[in-house]
């Protein structure tokens, strides 16, 4: 928890932007060597892998992105969130950073959607997959927050009272062990921000789980032939610990944490992390 609540600060030289069909990316990048790069889920933004690259940006280039629509990246009415579209935008983003060599890639919920959407469209550009809490499978069902979030108008209205302290609430009790000063930096760039509000709805109303028909045998296909490491925590209240058994490779369950893995307890992340990244 100390180690969370002291890398939430982030250098300032190592922010900057890109564009990549036609949308403006904000991205952290430190350290050097084999590209890593994070994808963030919702309603987060790079800044909730920082204390995670704390720890490996000595074994890695570390690249940790907004996605469009979050943080300080910008999301155009004609940008698709379809995975087909999201693949092709990692696959543009790479090249626009002039990276040539195949990426690892550490993913987490709505981040797991695209990073293995794009390892199954562009698997020889991917040397390894770091998974935590997410789904890509067609039989998952939405978790009631989501549910209400993909309904015109109620979803709305859900946005409209997530004050700064309802937000929080609603966190912590998802997840008790989040750092309390995650919860108070992250508030303005995620829902907090009229422009993340809609980000949000747009997004769980772009994907229905029988959107990974057919994406999901493609996935495990790419699992039986590269490195796949599956970290999560087993307390999840919106994706189930079986879930994590069914993508393959190496399999670590943390019994007392939550959905946010990487932010909850850095350290016994990148613990198990670190060694996988030196073998890929």
């Known amino acids: 928890m100390a180690l969370a609540a002291t890398t939430l600060a982030p250098d300032r030289q190592k922010l900057h932007s890109i564009t990549v069909k036609g949308t403006k990316i904000a991205y ?13 889920g919702s309603p987060d933004t790079y800044a909730m892998w920082l204390p995670a690259i704390a720890r490996l940006e000595k074994q890695a280039r570390c690249i940790a992105i907004d996605l469009p629509g979050y943080g300080d990246s910008t999301l155009p009415n004609s940008f698709s969130l379809t995975l ?21 890639l550490a993913t987490i919920d709505f981040g797991g959607h695209y990073g293995l959407a794009f390892a ?7 040397r390894g997959v770091a998974v935590s809490n997410t789904n890509f499978f067609h039989d998952y069902h939405w978790h009631s927050f989501a549910q209400m979030q993909r309904v015109p108008v109620l979803g709305e209205l859900m946005m ?20 309390d000063s995650y919860l108070d930096s992250s508030y303005e760039t ?7 509000r809609k980000t949000i709805l747009r997004m769980y109303r772009a994907r229905a789980s029988r959107d990974f028909i057919g994406w999901e045998d493609r996935w ?14 087993d307390k999840d209240p919106f994706v189930a610990p ?10 670590h369950h943390f019994t007392e944490y939550s959905h946010w893995l990487p932010l909850e307890a850095p350290d016994r992340y990148t613990d198990a992390l670190i060694p996988w990244l030196a073998s890929v």
């Open 28 to 40: 952290y990048e430190s350290g050097q060597g084999t590209p890593l790069l994070f994808l963030h």
């Open 84 to 104: 087909d579209n999201m693949a092709d935008f990692i696959h543009e983003l790479l090249s626009a950073l002039a990276i040539t060599e195949p990426v690892i």
């Open 120 to 126: 199954s469209k562009y698997p020889d550009e991917v």
């Open 160 to 179: 409209a009272i997530s004050t700064k302290q309802v937000v929080a609430n609603s966190l912590k009790s998802a997840s008790p062990k989040l750092p």
């Open 190 to 196: 995620g829902l907090g921000s009229p422009y993340v």
């Open 220 to 233: 495990l296909e790419y699992a039986k032939r590269k490195p796949v490491i599956v970290l999560w925590g």
């Open 242 to 251: 079986p879930f994590a058994d069914r993508f393959g490779g190496q399999v």
